[in-house]
């Protein structure tokens, strides 16, 4: 199983990003995937997820409305559209499926 991340940089307050995560060794349409991040001194964070099958959406609340979760299983892509985003959006962020980890992908904005 690999879980391999990308789109990491550094925007400004208000800026818009957008993470990828390229998933390999598993059914990719099976699984749930999930973003988490984690913050510098703070415990992992559940950002968005999307469970198999019937794409059931969950966000954290300090990102929905802000943050889209989106699958391409032609590409086992599962992707992140980040809008709006804030200071206290930095962080690693990570790719989660069917018990592996991504190797995370910093995200850090600032003024």
């Known amino acids: 199983v690999q879980l391999v991340e990308s789109g990491r940089g550094f925007v400004q307050p208000g800026g818009s990003l957008r993470l990828s995560c390229v998933a390999s060794g598993f059914d990719f349409t099976t699984y749930t995937m999930s973003w988490v991040r984690q913050a510098p001194g703070k415990e992992r964070e559940l950002v968005a997820g999307?469970?198999?099958?019937?794409?059931?959406?969950q966000y954290g609340r300090s990102v929905e409305g802000r943050f889209t979760i989106s699958r391409d299983t032609d590409k086992n892509t599962l992707q992140l559209h980040m809008n709006n985003l804030k200071p206290e959006d930095t962080a690693v962020y990570y790719c989660f499926a069917y018990g592996h980890w991504g190797q995370g992908t910093q995200v850090t904005v600032s003024s």
């Open positions: 999307i469970t198999g099958a019937i794409d059931h959406i």
